[in-house]
Structure formats: C-alpha cells, structure tokens
C-alpha cells in the first residue's frame, strides 16, 4: 500500500487508498462475506419470525420491516464490524503508521480506508431496495428525501463509530469481539430487527436516541411517509449530534500506533 501517496489532491489520494483497501477486500474472504453476505442474509431470518397481524396494528407491513432491517444490518456489518476490523489490523500491521510518513492527512486515510465498505453498503442497499420492491411488493418511497437522509445518516455515523471502536481495540483478534455490544443493541433497540413501534411509547421515545436510531426512523419514515416533519427534523438532529460526537471521540482517541 506504499504506492497509494503518489497523488498530490486530496480527492486522488483517498481515491488511490480506496482502490488499494478494495483489493485487500477481494483477497480477505471472511471479511468480503461479512461485509457483502451477511446484511443480506439476514433479513430472511426476521421474515421467519415476523407477526403480520402484529404488524398491522403497528401500522407497518411486512416490506417496511424488512428493508430498513436490511440496510441497518449493511450499516453494521457492511460498515461497522468490518471496518473497525480493517482499522484495527492496519494499525496493528504498522499500515497506518507508514501512511501518516506520506502526503496522506489523517481524515484522508480515515475516509480512504472507509471508501471501499461504505460503497459497498452502498450497494447492497440498492439491492435490498430493489429486491424489496419486487418480492414483498414494498413501493417506492413516500418521502424519498428522509429515506436517503436516514442512509447518509446511518453509513456516516456508523464509519465513525467503527475509528472509535478501533481506538479502544487492542488486537485484531479482539476486533471480532468489540463491535458486538454496539451491533447487538443497534439490532434489538435501535428499530433494525424491532420496530419501535413494538415498545411502549415511553421506551420507544428513549430507544430513539441511540445512535443508528434515527437513521432507520428516517428510512422507515421515508417509505411510509408518516413521519411528520418535527419527528423528522428531531432524528435528523439526533442523527448529526452523534455524527459529530463521533468525530470528536476519533480526533481524540484513534490510535495510529500499536497499543503495548
């Protein structure tokens, strides 16, 4: 990856890290499976226990479940765990290290290095969106502006979350292991595998402010069109607060080093 400074624009730089992490992409199995199989997978597994009649008087159906659950499970297979993996190992290969020596600046290997999951989240949310439409006849989206807002919403913040789960990984090995608290509460209390619609409105009103929650309310919203324009506005601010604190928490603890 020594070849990946020899552009002098910001733009080609992160171009050419991007091109050389999809490389290492295509040649890791595992992580090309987690990455691009699994958030597709993993829908059919919520079809399998999904009550319609429950659904109903949720006011949801059955295509409005499953594709905000698939693009959430993107976010935090596609981009999360796997991100927070590759940042960890090449921290932990010295890769990280070799490139701050270079033109590189540190936002550029950091959003370099997320190019490649994130245009692959990317993608596979193009694929849930399509095969949604045509197996469980989900429509296009009432509010397609919320709907791509939830997605910028959820695939930034989840990119920033996987620096800040690499900061406090030690090891590689342990990389399997750190981004499970974060991906097993996202799934259950953030609206991914259980609507909130399913909690009690306290709760739910609660559950919202986690950190994916606003971006699967705003995916959903945006194909039911029935989130009004203060819900929406609130989980657009929710959403960009923990953007930013994210940010933040990289600028402050990311580790380009080792840890001993």
């Known amino acids: 990856m020594s070849g990946v400074v020899m552009t002098t624009t910001p733009a080609g730089r992160m171009r050419a890290l991007a091109r050389a992490e999809f490389t290492l992409l295509v ?32 006011g949801l159906d059955i295509g409005q479940v499953l594709l905000p659950a698939g693009i959430g499970f993107a976010m935090l297979f596609g981009v999360y765990s796997t991100l927070a993996a590759i940042y960890t190992m090449r921290r ?77 990984t030690k090891t590689a090995e342990s990389a399997q292991v750190t981004p499970m608290p974060f991906t097993f509460v996202s799934m259950i209390m953030s609206g991914v595998a259980v609507p909130l619609e399913a909690f009690p409105d306290r709760a739910a009103s609660v559950l919202g ?36 604190l994210a940010v933040f928490a990289v600028q402050r603890w990311f580790k380009w080093e080792p840890r001993r």
Do not use: N
């Open 27 to 58: 040649r890791s199995r595992s992580t090309l499976v987690t990455a691009a199989l699994v958030p597709l997978l993993l829908p059919f597994s919520i079809a399998s226990f999904t009550d319609d009649k429950m659904l109903k008087e949720m």
């Open 92 to 168: 932990e290969e010295l890769v990280l290290k070799r490139l701050r020596t270079g033109e590189l600046r540190d936002g550029e290997i950091l959003v370099g290095t997320a190019l490649p999951m994130i245009a692959t989240g990317l993608l596979q949310t193009v694929v849930l969106v399509v095969g949604s439409m045509v197996l469980v006849d989900v429509g296009l989206p009432k509010a397609p502006h919320l709907a791509v807002l939830g997605v910028v919403l959820g695939f930034s913040v989840c990119a920033a979350l996987a620096a800040v789960t690499s900061g406090v």
């Open 209 to 244: 402010l986690l950190p994916l929650s606003p971006a699967i309310e705003l995916i959903r919203g945006g194909w039911t069109g029935e989130l009004s324009a203060y819900d929406a506005l609130g989980a657009v601010l929710t959403g960009l607060a923990w953007t930013v």
